[in-house]
């Protein structure tokens, strides 16, 4: 048996840098791998766990590896999660938005479909709540995502559906060279009667190893509308980093604010 821990935390300011630093995200996971198919995750959310009523186990699931396919059933990170990139490979200081839930109870099936193409899909129990609420188990919801990939690039349509609602998307990444990439994705979603629109789109330049400037466009609704421009230094290693982002607000009325981000990666 082998144990495969990890652990990532965020230090981040407010919308003016006198605001100060606080720990947005401290995270721990760990994966047991046995020497059969069978083994196990978990990931706990430090932040969150003294909180009464409180998200902070966002996944604890066994699985059945077959070598190409994996299946797993308990606490899981949805498919349609996977539209958007994780806290720890995220190049900016906040999250770009999305409309989909990213943790449920259920099973789930990842793996190759070709040599260009992956998908995940997911059958799960109401999303959206913290794991012990017992309205988690009520009603049936589903999602997934199909990639497909075409040489450095992908684009991948995805979907989340429940009871009430629906939502969609498609995401794609883009590399023009070693140092300049972009990704962006454009989402839709239908629930309590009203459409919801959400999209952005990233560009990175990597000026030279361990300096990157990016820009980035976020749409929320027309009522929010950013642009955000920046600069994120890290080590040889990528594990610890620090990132400067200025978000402008498109919107009047609306104001701007300068976060930074500290980031550790183990």
Not at 70 to 89: D, E, I, M, N
Not at 93 to 101: A, L, R
Not at 150 to 173: C, E, H, K, M
């Amino acid at each position: 048996m082998q144990l495969d821990n990890y652990a990532f935390a965020d230090i981040v300011t407010g919308p003016s840098l006198s605001d100060g630093f606080f720990a947005r995200t401290t995270r721990l996971g760990t994966t047991v791998n046995t020497l059969t198919p069978f083994g196990f995750r978990g990931e706990v959310e430090l932040i969150d766990i003294d909180k009464s009523g409180s998200n902070f186990l966002r996944q604890a699931y066994f699985q059945y590896d077959t070598g190409s396919w994996k299946h797993r059933l308990g606490r899981l990170f949805l498919g349609a999660g996977f539209s958007t990139p994780p806290p720890f490979k995220l190049r900016t200081v906040n999250y770009p938005g999305s409309p989909y839930n990213l943790h449920a109870w259920g099973i789930q099936t990842l793996g190759n479909l070709s040599d260009t193409t992956s998908a995940v899909l997911d059958i799960s129990t109401r999303s959206g709540v913290a794991f012990s609420d017992p309205g988690s188990f009520g009603g049936l919801e589903a999602s997934g995502r199909i990639q497909y990939e075409i040489n450095s690039s992908s684009l991948a349509p995805s979907f989340q559906v429940g009871q009430g609602f629906y939502r969609v998307g498609i995401d794609g990444t883009y590399k023009f060279s070693d140092k300049f990439d972009a990704y962006g994705a454009v989402h839709l979603a239908k629930e309590g009667g009203l459409l919801k629109k959400i999209g952005h789109l990233f560009v990175g330049w990597k000026v030279f190893k361990g300096v990157e400037l990016h820009t980035q466009i976020i749409y929320r609704q027309k009522q929010s509308i950013w642009w955000t421009n920046g600069i994120r230094l890290s080590d040889p290693s990528d594990k610890f980093s620090i990132t400067l982002d200025h978000e402008h607000s498109l919107v009047e009325g609306v104001p701007s604010g300068t976060f930074v981000r500290l980031q550790f990666v183990y």
